[in-house]
């Protein structure tokens, strides 16, 4: 069973910064896609970023430039660094797991807030 806890969530200011962590259980993280999706009160879940086993990196237009997402193997943990933050990125951050075989596994989620 992989289990995912994230960290990192807070309040921040806008044009701030924080970091989210997503540490893994399992051996099977070196073999999985890892990501992030985030979901605004009365939104749908929007994804947000992933990287490859060979850390090929894809984000979405909405982040770009301003969110980094970057892996561990050594460690089974990926991150997000999210930097000048808008009010618009205020959402609960989840970190997901995509198995090579198919199946997801998810993250309880962690609040990032994103005001003055």
């Known amino acids: 069973q992989v289990q995912l806890v994230e960290s990192g969530g807070g309040l921040v200011q806008p044009g701030g910064s924080l970091r989210l962590s997503c540490a893994a259980s399992?051996?099977?993280?070196?073999?999985?896609?890892m990501g992030w999706y985030r979901q605004s009160a009365g939104k749908q879940r929007e994804w947000v970023a992933s990287?490859?086993?060979?850390?090929?990196?894809n984000s979405a237009d909405s982040v770009k430039g301003r969110f980094t997402i970057s892996r561990d193997n050594a460690n089974n943990v990926v991150y997000l660094q999210m930097n000048s933050l808008e009010p618009e990125d205020t959402a609960v951050y989840y970190c997901?797991?995509?198995?090579?075989?198919?199946?997801?596994?998810w993250g309880q989620g962690t609040q990032v807030t994103v005001s003055a």
């Open positions: 997901y797991l995509r198995k090579p075989g198919g199946g997801t596994n």
């Open positions: 399992g051996s099977i993280f070196r073999t999985a896609v």
């Open positions: 990287v490859s086993t060979d850390e090929r990196i």
